[in-house]
């Protein structure tokens, strides 16, 4: 059996646990940073550090849903390491994200987060044309 998919558990287990602890910053920050008097004020810095946050768990996810099915697909074994590099490639999109929140959100930021979702698709596209050429039953 090809384990081509172990790479992307461990990206996905370790991109969620960025993820948990970064949501655990903001939610513990929250009183802090984003209430002032009884209104809620969401600013630029803190929005980039929650989108960091919410776009790593569903990457994080998919990472761990390419890690179950990229050995069952119709792939030759290049296309497989392809979908999974790929995979984990997606995962720099939180973390661009991240990055521009944390560097203060400045609006000459470079789009970090580009190569993030060029991967997510090529992954999708990949695994799309793999799950179509599997056999029946």
Known sequence: MIDTGKKNLIAGIVAMLLAMFGGLALAFTFDAFAVR????VLSLVRFYLR??????????????LIALWVDRVELSRTLKQVVSWS???SLILPLALAMKGAAGAPSDFPPLGLPGVLGLALA????????????RG
């Open 51 to 64: 989108e960091g946050h919410s776009h790593g768990m569903p990457l994080a996810i998919f990472n761990m």
């Open 87 to 89: 995979a984990i490639c």
């Open 124 to 135: 999708l596209s990949l695994m799309l044309a793999g799950a179509i050429r599997m056999k």
């Open 37 to 40: 008097g009884n209104d809620h």
